[in-house]
């Protein structure tokens, strides 16, 4: 699968993920806050892929300052970071990245070698976020035997790291060494990331899978053999509490009752040290429309109340190992 990130100098170049699987069409962001708009409106998602692109749109927000002494220009930088960090509160990686870009922009002592050691820092960020998914899949599929069964939930492949994915990047190495048998993927509703996004990584991967309902997980998991589920996190607290697209933690609770193991994949900059427990997570509420309308039709009667929390918390005590690219932690975890 083509990369869907390309650093192009002046532009990022990205694959618009609201308009796939139907259409696959590329978006040229010239500036910061498009790419502040790309994260919000979700066509750019996935917290290690929001993470790489925020490095690309400070870079493309230091391109666009105009002001010709250093204060000044300093000044303009910090709006960039703040348009940034609005976008998306849950994803770590977005604030991780921020918080680097801040340090590189610390060690300037004149505008145009800032902007330099800007590029250079988000350039870094990418290749490292690539090399750490590799590492990640690794690891992960030496926790799977041949023949395996696998129950994956949202989108975790290429489109939502700009690598090689977290937990679809397990799946997909795991099937490369001849390991997977079947993969079901939940649809993830609201927005359907699983039939939309991991549904279209498995096929071009070529990954046997069956798409089903986030209903259905249980039955899935009681009928199918299912010997593991393997999920990404958008945030992990100290104590391995990790936050995740919601439905994931009905998912470890399903397979805690089916002794099912319950793996969650992320690359260490996706640990929140300052979050003691999940209870510190701050958790995206996002427009009700997302629920009462499907496909641009609306479902629902017009006025009904919506609660659409984008993500939900697993408490450390239903997951069987925290996967990274250092290796494989399992409890107790401690960050």
Known sequence: MKPPFEWLGDRLKVLDQTRLPCEEIHLELKDYRAVAEAIKNLRVRGAPAIGVAAGYGVVLGA????????????????????????TRPTARNLFQVIERMKKAAARGRDIAGLKKDLETEAAAIHREQVEADIKLAAYGASLLKKDSVIMTHCNTGPLATAGYGTALGIIVRAFEQGKVRLVFATETRPLCQGARLTAWELK???????????????????????IAVIVGADRIAANGDTANKIGTYNLAVLAKEHGIPFYVAAPTTTIDTAARTG???????????????????????????????????????YITAIVTEKGVMEAPYGF
Do not use: H, W, Y
């Not at 995206?284 to 939900?312: H, K, M, S, W, Y």
């Open 63 to 86: 391109q666009g300052i105009a002001a010709s002494d250093f204060a000044s220009f300093r000044n303009g930088l910090e709006t960039v970071f703040n348009v940034l960090s609005a």
């Open 204 to 226: 071009q991967a070529g990954v046997p899978f069956k798409l089903v309902t986030d209903s259905m997980a249980g039955c899935v998991m009681r009928t199918q053999k299912i």
């Open 279 to 317: 209870d510190d997570i701050p958790i995206e509420e996002r427009c009700g429309d997302e629920v009462t309308c499907f496909g641009g039709v609306r479902i629902a009667p017009e006025g009904v109340e919506v609660l659409n929390p984008a993500f939900d918390v697993t408490p450390a005590r």
